[in-house]
């Protein structure tokens, strides 16, 4: 890892050139968004219910289906023609019946419920949640920011349950803050299962026990106890309330961590009634991964710094916030950092800034993915964010993936995260041989920070060194701020500082030559970390090609042809854009971000050197023109 240290911009320039992200955090009282025209959702013990009616927007009210609801809640419904009435009944007990007539709900001849708000609309009978509420085993509440129905019944579903563990209290400088300790829970079969905890991020909210964003990753839940992990998504909407007073940070993040983690332990050292499910011996607290989303994907690495109760072995951070530099960057701990193309909440992707700072903490030991999800967007990943991002460019809304598509590339990079870092103690990343251009089906761009010997460096190696051939080598600056001197080039995250070395051409063939000083006999991987500069005429719109030559002491030289179509060589589509700046010249930046890709290279393959005393690394350029902007090249075992 690396000993220079880049630090977040905090700048007005860097908003005035660089769309850095607006993370104020919603008020109790303002009004949460109009959703009446997006999808409504019916969430059944903690999981998405796909098939049948679902909750309707009638007259300014939201009203349920009757029969879906209470058919996945075990009941048989049925139609009396005679009296207008929908009959149902679970287990033999006394039979509720809802009569449309009269607009009431009996048992036993006794009234238990009256509203004149009963819809038939297409054949389905349509009513408002509060009717659930005298119906033995169901309790139904409709969530306005994440527009969705949320049932719970008596018994759940494939493992998954949702859980209310009752009052909790955090405390805040003097003040003591209560709040509802909420969340969803999957159980595999047999025992000693590793952890995974799961963290949602700041949203529109009235109520942190109302608003259930934990609620969307109830899929992942489901997926992860399926795979024998137990998984929870635990409501950390307090954090991110303004009901109790401002919030600090993620202080209380970290403590509705600690409570529920406790609560846990005791459950699984066979204390009962505390989850809706027998717990004894369920988890192993010593093998936990965490994953956050949004604000959270900062917050879990100070739940890890703070926290005793929870042997963390790896981190999943997507399409994270950063509101500040981390207090402490784990030293030994692999992370898995996800940024969407089209992130329109986070639109700095600060997922960039998150890698660099750890890829520049020299006691790190563990590695680091970096995935830029081409045509992901910040919502996609949770089930309750139903509408666009809130920044959103409307020209890019019709680019995004659908999100099913993007939960299933979530679901499966955090299943083989959990698995490989588990059993081998690296991030899935670092596993390839050559790293993939397709994710779970998914275009991404990878770049990979694995502990290794630095062989250049762009932030500190000077270009004086370097040999070129019909090329022109220079150094640049891709920062977020006045200082940017790295043409209309724009790298995911904010920086003061990003140093760069742009090497441009206009003839094939042309080369550049980095001394070294390396032996490589052991090494697994050659990696070099670069990006095409998609927005310099030079690259013609096209993808790159290059050569990499290695030289030993004796002059002996060996070739590996790095193909065009390799993610980290590609054309990105996109145009430069002029941006006006007060009294000062236009700026100009490409309109799409371009990540830096890792090559990977086997030193195997160059066949003819001595491995152990190599001296150089050329790259030649097969196109006619070119640009690339080169961070790094490093030697991985």
């Given at each position: 890892?690396?000993?220079?240290?880049?630090?977040?911009?905090?700048?007005?320039?860097?908003?005035?050139?660089?769309?850095?992200?607006?993370?104020?955090?919603?008020?109790?009282?303002?009004?949460?968004?109009?959703?009446?025209?997006?999808?409504?959702?019916?969430?059944?013990?903690?999981?998405?219910?796909?098939?049948?009616?679902?909750?309707?927007?009638?007259?300014?009210?939201?009203?349920?289906?009757?029969?879906?609801?209470?058919?996945?809640?075990?009941?048989?419904?049925?139609?009396?023609?005679?009296?207008?009435?929908?009959?149902?009944?679970?287990?033999?007990?006394?039979?509720?019946?809802?009569?449309?007539?009269?607009?009431?709900?009996?048992?036993?001849?006794?009234?238990?419920?009256?509203?004149?708000?009963?819809?038939?609309?297409?054949?389905?009978?349509?009513?408002?949640?509060?009717?659930?509420?005298?119906?033995?085993?169901?309790?139904?509440?409709?969530?306005?920011?994440?527009?969705?129905?949320?049932?719970?019944?008596?018994?759940?579903?494939?493992?998954?349950?949702?859980?209310?563990?009752?009052?909790?209290?955090?405390?805040?400088?003097?003040?003591?803050?209560?709040?509802?300790?909420?969340?969803?829970?999957?159980v595999p079969e047999g025992e000693n299962h590793p952890v995974v905890i799961i963290l949602h991020g700041s949203h529109p909210i009235r109520s942190a026990a109302e608003n259930r964003y934990d609620l969307g990753f109830s899929y992942l839940v489901d997926q992860l106890a399926d795979a024998g992990y137990l998984a929870l998504s635990m409501n950390v909407g307090i954090n991110y309330s303004f009901e109790s007073g401002e919030p600090n940070g993620c202080q209380r993040t970290v403590?509705?961590?600690?409570?529920?983690?406790?609560?846990?332990?005791?459950?699984?050292?066979?204390?009962?009634?505390?989850?809706?499910?027998?717990?004894?011996?369920?988890?192993?607290?010593?093998?936990?991964?965490?994953?956050?989303?949004?604000?959270?994907?900062?917050?879990?690495?100070?739940?890890?710094?703070?926290?005793?109760?929870?042997?963390?072995?790896?981190?999943?951070?997507?399409?994270?916030?950063?509101?500040?530099?981390?207090?402490?960057?784990?030293?030994?701990?692999?992370?898995?950092?996800?940024?969407?193309?089209?992130?329109?909440?986070?639109?700095?992707?600060?997922?960039?800034?998150?890698?660099?700072?750890?890829?520049?903490?020299?006691?790190?030991?563990?590695?680091?993915?970096?995935?830029?999800?081409?045509?992901?967007?910040?919502?996609?990943?949770?089930?309750?964010?139903?509408?666009?991002?809130?920044?959103?460019?409307?020209?890019?809304?019709?680019?995004?993936?659908?999100?099913?598509?993007?939960?299933?590339?979530?679901?499966?990079?955090?299943?083989?995260?959990?698995?490989?870092?588990?059993?081998?103690?690296?991030?899935?990343?670092?596993?390839?041989?050559?790293?993939?251009?397709?994710?779970?089906?998914?275009?991404?761009?990878?770049?990979?920070?694995?502990?290794?010997?630095?062989?250049?460096?762009?932030?500190?190696?000077?270009?004086?060194?370097?040999?070129?051939?019909?090329?022109?080598?220079?150094?640049?600056?891709?920062?977020?701020?006045?200082?940017?001197?790295?043409?209309?080039?724009?790298?995911?995250?904010?920086?003061?500082?990003?140093?760069?070395?742009?090497?441009?051409?206009?003839?094939?063939?042309?080369?550049?030559?980095?001394?070294?000083?390396?032996?490589?006999?052991?090494?697994?991987?050659?990696?070099?970390?670069?990006?095409?500069?998609?927005?310099?005429?030079?690259n013609r719109q096209q993808d790159q090609s290059m050569t990499v030559t290695l030289r030993d002491e004796n002059g002996q030289n060996a070739s590996v042809q790095v193909e065009a179509g390799t993610p980290a060589l590609t054309w990105q589509e996109g145009t430069v854009e002029s941006i006006p700046i007060?009294?000062?010249?236009?700026?100009?930046?490409?309109?799409?971000?371009?990540?830096?890709?890792?090559?990977?290279?086997?030193?195997?393959?160059?066949?003819?050197?001595?491995?152990?005393?190599?001296?150089?690394?050329?790259?030649?350029?097969?196109?006619?023109?070119?640009?690339?902007?080169?961070?790094?090249?490093?030697?991985?075992?």
């Amino acid at each position: 890892m690396k000993k220079m240290h880049c630090f977040l911009a905090c700048t007005v320039a860097a908003i005035l050139i660089f769309s850095t992200p607006v993370h104020a955090f919603e008020p109790a009282l303002d009004p949460l968004p109009d959703l009446s025209d997006y999808p409504t959702q019916l969430l059944v013990d903690g999981q998405s219910v796909k098939q049948g009616a679902m909750p309707q927007y009638m007259d300014g009210t939201v009203l349920l289906p009757l029969r879906n609801i209470l058919e996945q809640a075990g009941y048989t419904v049925n139609w009396d023609t005679k009296t207008k009435s929908a009959v149902f009944s679970k287990n033999d007990a006394e039979a509720y019946l809802l009569s449309l007539a009269t607009g009431t709900l009996t048992q036993d001849n006794a009234v238990l419920w009256t509203d004149p708000k009963i819809v038939v609309k297409n054949g389905v009978t349509y009513v408002s949640a509060d009717l659930f509420d005298y119906v033995k085993d169901i309790t139904a509440d409709w969530d306005g920011a994440t527009n969705a129905a949320i049932v719970t019944t008596e018994a759940p579903r494939d493992n998954v349950y949702c859980y209310d563990l009752g009052e909790g209290t955090l405390t805040q400088g003097s003040r003591e803050i209560p709040y509802r300790m909420q969340g969803v829970i999957g159980v595999p079969e047999g025992e000693n299962h590793p952890v995974v905890i799961i963290l949602h991020g700041s949203h529109p909210i009235r109520s942190a026990a109302e608003n259930r964003y934990d609620l969307g990753f109830s899929y992942l839940v489901d997926q992860l106890a399926d795979a024998g992990y137990l998984a929870l998504s635990m409501n950390v909407g307090i954090n991110y309330s303004f009901e109790s007073g401002e919030p600090n940070g993620c202080q209380r993040t970290v403590q509705v961590v600690e409570q529920q983690s406790a609560l846990l332990k005791h459950a699984m050292e066979g204390k009962e009634g505390i989850f809706p499910c027998n717990l004894k011996n369920k988890g192993d607290l010593n093998q936990v991964i965490l994953v956050g989303h949004s604000r959270a994907g900062y917050d879990i690495f100070e739940v890890m710094n703070q926290t005793e109760i929870l042997g963390i072995q790896g981190l999943i951070s997507a399409a994270p916030s950063i509101v500040s530099p981390l207090s402490g960057a784990p030293a030994n701990v692999p992370v898995g950092i996800i940024i969407p193309q089209y992130d329109g909440d986070v639109k700095s992707l600060d997922g960039g800034t998150l890698f660099d700072q750890l890829e520049n903490t020299p006691q790190r030991t563990s590695g680091t993915d970096l995935i830029y999800l081409e045509n992901g967007n910040h919502g996609g990943f949770s089930t309750a964010l139903v509408r666009p991002d809130p920044f959103a460019d409307l020209d890019t809304l019709p680019l995004v993936m659908k999100p099913e598509e993007q939960r299933a590339f979530f679901s499966t990079y955090v299943m083989d995260f959990v698995e490989t870092v588990l059993e081998t103690g690296k991030t899935p990343l670092e596993t390839f041989a050559s790293l993939p251009e397709q994710y779970a089906g998914c275009p991404i761009m990878a770049r990979v920070d694995a502990s290794g010997d630095v062989l250049y460096w762009a932030a500190t190696d000077s270009i004086a060194n370097l040999k070129t051939t019909d090329t022109v080598a220079e150094s640049v600056n891709a920062c977020s701020t006045l200082d940017h001197t790295a043409g209309s080039f724009r790298i995911p995250g904010s920086f003061m500082q990003y140093d760069l070395t742009r090497v441009r051409w206009e003839k094939a063939g042309a080369s550049v030559t980095i001394p070294v000083s390396a032996d490589l006999r052991q090494a697994s991987y050659l990696q070099i970390d670069l990006a095409q500069d998609s927005g310099d005429e030079r690259n013609r719109q096209q993808d790159q090609s290059m050569t990499v030559t290695l030289r030993d002491e004796n002059g002996q030289n060996a070739s590996v042809q790095v193909e065009a179509g390799t993610p980290a060589l590609t054309w990105q589509e996109g145009t430069v854009e002029s941006i006006p700046i007060t009294g000062q010249e236009d700026l100009f930046q490409y309109s799409t971000f371009t990540p830096l890709g890792t090559v990977r290279l086997n030193p195997k393959d160059f066949d003819g050197v001595n491995l152990g005393q190599i001296t150089q690394v050329t790259l030649t350029f097969d196109r006619p023109s070119g640009s690339i902007m080169l961070r790094e090249i490093q030697s991985v075992k």
